[in-house]
């Protein structure tokens, strides 16, 4: 009776201690709850793992999916990490890819850069996340919203520099501790007009953008300005000058090592060569005659020197493999017509200022009724012995645009058809893509003769390291 008795409280505590378990089980379970955006949101991410040449540092970021995040600077022998705060991840670019439009949005990330000599780390950074939330609080316009910024990291010592409004930034691959970092446009506080002496005020938003153009204030000029009604006041206009022109902004070349910079006003594009001792540029200025492509020598304080100047665009700056020879387009020639004709430009990097024309509507062997373009890819063959050129028909002229409502009462919509071969987003970007098509030729640099070899009936091509050979996809339209 006693080992019964025994063997019975046995049970009776299991049985205590399995319904103690089950109802801690049940209990645990009723706790749990459903994930939310908000547990995505802290989600974190590695991004841009990068090596320093020397193989000693090595550094990373690590962005939420939303909230600011840290670049990671780790000195590998030790472990020693130092973290500095690059900003809130922007969202993935909602604009197809017009060489790909079918292609997923690519993930937006910091860059980050080491210095040749391993001495410097320099990336890009987004606004804090409290910025952004401000600014959409105070409803700033697009172009008011916060900028991106350049971190620069003194590695031995962890020091870091930050400089704000930074749109892009180079540093040289083999040139030591160089930067060139390009600023963002830096809008003035608009000056508001002074009160009208009459009692009688315009009570909609109609009657104040009807008024004359020396009564408007600075917000209502810049608006019917960027519809291409009146220039904002105090604003530089010349003989046949758009209304949309793009100038540039200040480029700063600094010595990271010392710290010293030298500013240069107006540049639109830029590029270093490798070695880090050719710093070339191009200007759009207001004052059009200061226009052209500049190099400067980083290690020196000589001046710039102006390769080619005069009124006109300067674009698509291309190196060959070497860095050896730089080629671009402009239409200083035909600055003042409404469609200018833009025209191929070479320069080898061991002369000081021979820019010479290389390839225009008039070179033999151009096809007829076409004019290089400013919208193609300009480059150089892997031997650096021919030179890509995109041709393609002249453009329209722009049309006048009639000054309309601001962008904030304007109402914009997309109409698609149940029967349209693409979703309206897809038409959009290939209606771009027909716009800006070009077609390929190729220049012999040491013969100067000029070969088309892409057009309306072999759209695409691919040519071999020399441009020597092509070969072409007659399924790719």
Do not use: C
């Amino acid at each position: 009776m006693r080992v019964l008795s025994f063997a019975h409280r046995w049970i009776a505590v299991a049985s205590i201690l399995l319904a103690v378990s089950i109802a801690a089980s049940a209990d645990a379970q009723t706790n749990k709850r459903p994930l939310t955006h908000n547990d995505f949101d802290a989600w974190r991410s590695i991004a841009t793992p990068v090596v320093s040449r020397d193989g000693k540092w090595l550094a990373y970021s690590v962005q939420p999916q939303d909230g600011d995040g840290e670049l990671v600077i780790r000195e590998l022998a030790t472990g020693n990490e130092t973290r500095q705060a690059v900003g809130n991840l922007p969202p993935p670019a909602t604009t197809p890819n017009e060489e790909n439009p079918d292609a997923p949005p690519v993930p937006r990330v910091i860059r980050v850069v080491f210095t040749s000599d391993s001495q410097f780390l320099v990336a890009t950074t987004f606004p804090l996340k409290a910025e952004n939330v401000a600014a959409r609080k105070a409803r700033k316009r697009p172009d008011d919203m916060p900028k991106g910024g350049l971190l620069m990291v003194k590695l031995s010592t962890g020091e870091a520099t930050r400089v704000a409004n930074v749109k892009s930034m180079q540093v040289p691959s083999k040139g030591g501790a160089w930067v060139a970092y390009l600023k963002e446009e830096t809008k003035p506080e608009p000056i508001k007009a002074a009160e009208p002496a009459k009692a009688t005020v315009a009570s909609s938003e109609a009657k104040a953008e009807a008024k004359p153009d020396e009564e408007m204030d600075d917000d209502q000029a810049a608006r019917r300005a960027a519809a291409g009604a009146v220039a904002p006041p105090g604003a530089a206009t010349a003989p046949g000058a758009s209304a949309a022109a793009k100038f540039g902004t200040d480029l700063v070349l600094r010595d990271l090592a010392t710290g010293n910079e030298r500013t240069f006003a107006n540049v639109m594009e830029s590029s270093f060569a490798r070695d880090g001792k050719t710093l070339i540029y191009t200007v759009a200025a207001k004052a059009d005659a200061d226009n052209g492509m500049y190099a400067v020598t980083p290690q020196t304080s000589a001046a710039p020197i102006a390769l080619l100047t005069g009124k006109g665009k300067y674009l698509k700056l291309a190196w060959d493999r070497e860095q050896t020879q730089v080629a671009f387009v402009s239409d200083r020639d035909d600055a003042a017509a409404k469609v200018p004709a833009f025209k191929l430009y070479h320069w080898p990097r061991s002369s000081a200022t021979a820019v010479k024309e290389v390839v225009s509507s008039a070179t033999t062997g151009f096809p007829v009724g076409m004019t290089v373009s400013d919208k193609g890819v300009v480059a150089f063959s892997r031997d650096g012995k021919k030179l890509y050129v995109p041709a393609a028909p002249p453009g329209k002229a722009p049309r006048a645009v009639d000054a309309g409502p601001s962008d904030d009462e304007k109402v914009v919509a997309d109409l698609w058809r149940w029967n349209d071969d693409q979703v309206q987003s897809i038409q959009k970007v290939r209606a771009v893509q027909e716009r800006n098509r070009t077609y390929r030729g190729v220049l012999d640099l040491a013969s100067n003769r000029y070969l088309q070899i892409s057009d309306e009936t072999m759209r695409n091509v691919s040519a071999s390291d020399d441009g020597t050979r092509i070969g072409f996809d007659p399924r790719r339209k």
